[in-house]
């Protein structure tokens, strides 16, 4: 079992920034494939792939509305994955879940059905 804590979401104005956090107390987060999906408002179960960071390689994935704004980077001594928003948009708006994956093999970082742990979620708001 792995329990996904995120952390960090507001109210913040059109070109603001944020920093999400996710953590999960008890386990070892480097060893585990992490994405970054958001929720829409109004928008029940479906969730778009913001970032991605997989294992093995570690290699970066990014959603194409969010390159050159959004930042995914992970702290493995504090056991934490961040997300660092800029210029944020009022498309950006959402609850935003942590995602995990056991390593092995080849996946899609975008799909949902990828990852078997998630989070609660923390809610972002970009208003004026």
């Known amino acids: 079992q792995l329990d996904l804590v995120e952390s960090g979401g507001e109210v913040v104005r059109p070109g603001g920034s944020l920093r999400l956090s996710c953590t999960a107390p008890g386990s070892t987060l480097p060893y585990y494939g992490i994405g970054w999906f958001r929720q829409a408002p109004g928008s029940e179960g479906a969730r778009e792939a913001v970032a991605g960071i997989s294992t093995g390689d570690g290699r970066l994935h990014y959603r194409d509305s969010v390159k050159g704004r959004f930042i995914m980077s992970r702290d493995d001594a504090k056991n934490t994955v961040y997300l660092h928003m800029n210029s944020l948009k009022f498309a950006d708006t959402g609850t935003y879940f942590c995602?995990?994956?056991?390593?092995?093999?080849?996946?899609?970082?975008?799909?949902?059905?990828?990852?078997?742990?998630w989070g609660q979620g923390t809610p972002v708001t970009v208003s004026s």
């Open positions: 995602a995990a994956r056991v390593p092995g093999g080849d996946y899609n970082w975008d799909k949902q059905y990828e990852y078997g742990f």
